[in-house]
Structure formats: structure tokens, C-alpha cells
């Protein structure tokens, strides 16, 4: 509780993707085939696995995550130094880079996805299936109440 005696939804989630960001760094880094990827990291590989057969730009990862331009750029460009992806020009618009999966990232998926999927069934410890539906379904109108 805070100082007005009240819980608060805001900084309770805050401090939960802090508790989780954290965490999941945590076993990422501590596993050796996991690479030294990041929690996001990881994610946008997934998405890009996932959107293979399709054109990947940046304002897509920045649309999928919720995030802010500045911090897509800062997140790709990481990723393209350490080798994970790269960026391609596509023919039909010049200012435009795809950005695709390198072969490093590929080896490194596989055993994220099964680190990832460990970790989700810890946070779900506890918690039935319907419980969880009712957490998705509150994390959703929070969402929709915030845009």
C-alpha cells in the first residue's frame, strides 16, 4: 500500500515486468545455448520467426511491442552488432530495411522458446486455466482503458 493506504494497479504491474524482465534476463543469460540474448530480444526473434513470409520493417516491432521508435532503434541495432539479425533493402522503397534472422538466431530460438515456456509455466504456478483466462482478460481492458 501506499501512502493514501491503496494499492495501485500501475505501479503493482510495474513492479511485476520488473520482477519478470529481471527473472527471464536471469535464465537467459545464465543458460549457455541461450545465447546472452534479452527478454525482448527474444521476443522480437520469435516475432520474425513467426512473420517469415513476410516483410518485417521496424515500425512493425514497434506496432507489436507497444514501444516507442527510439527504443526499436535501440533494441535492432544491438541485435544487428551481435550478429542476430540483419537488415535487407527491398526493391520497392529505398528507405526501407526488412530486418530478417541470421543464422546465429535461428540456433539460439529453439532453446529460448523452451527457457520462455518453463518460465511461463513457473509465473502460472498455482493459478488455474480459468484464472489465468480471467488475468488475460483484465490485462486486456487495462490496455483498452489506457488508449
Known amino acids: 500500500m501506499d501512502a493514501c493506504g491503496e494499492r ?5 504491474v510495474k513492479i511485476l515486468s520488473t520482477l519478470i524482465d529481471r527473472r527471464m534476463n536471469e535464465r537467459i543469460a545464465e543458460d549457455s545455448q541461450g545465447g546472452g540474448l534479452t527478454r525482448m530480444q527474444g521476443m522480437v526473434i520469435r516475432y520474425l520467426e513467426e512473420n517469415e513470409d513476410a516483410p518485417v520493417f521496424q515500425r512493425d516491432i ?21 550478429g542476430l539479425i540483419a537488415k535487407e533493402a527491398v526493391d520497392y522503397d529505398a ?7 541470421t543464422p546465429k538466431a535461428r540456433a539460439v530460438q529453439d532453446h529460448v522458446c523452451e527457457i520462455i515456456k ?7 504456478t498455482g493459478l488455474s486455466d480459468g484464472e489465468v ?15
Open 8 to 12: 495501485h494497479i500501475g505501479m503493482e
Open 62 to 82: 514497434e506496432k507489436r511491442f507497444d514501444i516507442r521508435r527510439s527504443t526499436a532503434t535501440s533494441i535492432l541495432q544491438l541485435m544487428e552488432k551481435n
Open 95 to 101: 528507405r526501407l530495411k526488412r530486418i530478417i534472422m
Open 118 to 124: 518453463d518460465f511461463e509455466a513457473e509465473l502460472k
Open 133 to 147: 483466462a480471467i488475468f488475460f482478460e483484465l490485462l486486456d481492458k487495462i490496455k483498452n482503458n489506457i488508449k
